[in-house]
């Protein structure tokens, strides 16, 4: 590894979470808020996410696994807010004396 | 309020001074490295960083140990078992605390031989305690186990949380034991120390603070029993799931055998999958509990541990976790920023919202709001920004100009360490460590003000 892409991959792979985080968090204020906007903007860090993570696995030296494994973690980003979402509504709404599905 | 609730009191002081030693002696480690000759031949930097992080793991440990005695007779509906022999071990723990203190100070080392091992430093990073000290945290330990099992038996009940906790209690008291040996090859010392670190204070506490969480939950935001319940049991899993393995990325380039790199690289790099979630989860329970809090302050610690979390753990951690990435990374400030900031998130974020449960029901107000806790947050979490960022530019440029470009030789490191963006990442970490230490001089302030009776917010949380 280069001394150059030491740094480049490193950044990468934070702004990948990041880029995931930014999902999270945009497509639940979407929900909470019914905002289809920010849901949007939301499926918008994701695709961010699984385009870095196209770009590492392009673009950097690590290994042919570690880059596997980044792709694989990009389509299981995609899945984890919805599922998230639905698991906290239906347990809200199990539990809650009031629910909380708004 | 009960007898272990006035304990926790006492405890919260302790934690919050020592909060505040630590940061003395962060603000002046960092200065160490802005003027290496200081107090030469009078006191030296592995002494201050040692002060910086031992202080660093007592006061998270007293804030727990605060906030369970806090939450127990709450929780089990009958005062603590065995109150007067946890009042002593609060005093011996503040004595052994200042005692070791003071022999870190003035003492600062002595020869390699037993004396030394058990009156002055054990030798040990992160639990340098001398072993007489040792052995005083196992007792304080051992008695806190005591206190919560012979509780959860005299008032036959027994809660999912108080299941999970006592379950943890089993590693909180074993796991320390690893503080103890004295194993002389240096790859095998290693191997089992890390137990210490990762298992102890990574994955035995990150369970504890759950459980506190959990209970913080249900106290602040209302949030019904079954659910913090559900996502504890969530959480235990998955430490046990990827958090054990994760323990493989401390055995990087200590002389353990390659098939650590994959499963540690492996089992680290899964943490950010549940991140994800909990970013869902807090946002989800922010937007559906934000105007129905009573306490404004304790919610907002616990969104900021939350957040915390995710971004010191998961994008901080992501960064430089794959063991191509780490062999250039490891041991440099990148690391330390990322400890910044994960210790930061997980833990002390979660202690400070207890602090203000704790002084909302000792202050006797139905609603906790005001201006100055706001302060203490900003600055506080500015400060700890600044200063994370700051040392992941200080570590990029060890990592770029000492490991990668100049080979990890001493005069690689010598070289690195005056270039300037190491040297102004340096500097802006001790500027925003001021920014920090004025953000705790404020969140002391506010948490020894009496608060204002505010009228209640038009919505309150329902009883859990």
Known sequence: MTPQALLETAVLLGFFVLAGGGYAGLYSIGRLRANIGLV???????????????????ATPLDAGWKLFILASALVYAAIPPMTWRYLERLHDDHSPEGAGQ | MYRSQKLSLRYFGAAVALFGVMIVFGLLSALYYLHPSLLFDVFNFSTSKTLHIDTLVIWLLMGFLGAV?????????????????????????????????????????????EFTLWFINQ????????????????????????????????????????????????????????????????????????????????????????????LVLMDVMGTSRRIVEAWLYIEVMLVLGAGILGLG??????????????????????????????????????????MKTT?????????????GN????????????????????????????????????????????????????VSGVNFLDGRAWKWGFGLLNLGMIGMVMGLLLAGMAQAFFGRAIGGSTLMAFTTASE????????YARFFFGVIFAAGYVVLVYDLLTAPKHLPMPQATPEPA
């Open chain 2, 249 to 290: 990325h401390h055995y990087f380039w200590i002389g353990t055998p390659e098939y650590w790199l994959s499963i540690g690289g492996f089992f680290s790099a899964l943490e950010p999958l549940p991140l994800l979630g909990m970013v869902v989860h807090a946002i989800y329970d922010a937007g559906t509990h934000r």
């Open chain 2, 310 to 361: 995710f971004i010191g753990a998961g994008i901080w951690g992501f960064m430089m976790t794959l063991p191509q990435i780490n062999l250039f990374s490891h041991g440099t400030q990148w690391t330390v920023s990322h400890g910044h900031f994960a210790f930061w998130g997980a833990y002390a974020c979660g202690v400070i919202a207890v602090l203000y449960v704790a002084k909302q029901q």
């Open chain 2, 295 to 307: 306490n404004r302050p304790a919610f907002y610690w616990i969104t900021a541990e939350a957040f």
């Open chain 2, 69 to 113: 005695y806090w939450y127990l007779p709450k929780e089990l509906g009958r005062e603590v078992e065995g109150m007067w022999l946890a009042e002593l071990m609060f005093w011996i723990f503040c004595i052994a605390v200042a005692i070791v203190a003071a022999v870190f100070i003035f003492v600062q080392y002595g020869s390699s031989n």
């Open chain 2, 419 to 426: 270039n300037p963006w190491f040297v102004s990442g340096i």
């Open chain 1, 40 to 58: 949007r903007a939301g499926a918008l860090c994701w695709f961010t996410a699984f385009g870095i993570a196209l770009v590492v696995a392009a």
């Open chain 2, 123 to 214: 030798g040990r990073k992160y639990v340098e305690a001398p072993r007489w000290a040792t052995i005083g945290i196992v007792a304080v330990m051992a008695v806190f186990a005591y206190n919560v099992v012979a509780t959860c038996i005299k008032a036959h009940k027994m809660t999912g949380i108080m299941w999970v906790l006592v379950i943890d209690l089993v590693p909180l008291l074993v796991v320390y034991l690893d503080a103890f040996p004295a194993i002389t090859n240096m790859s095998v010392d290693l191997y089992w120390w890390w137990w210490l670190v990762h298992m102890w204070v990574e994955s035995t506490w990150e369970v504890l603070i759950g459980c506190v969480m959990a």
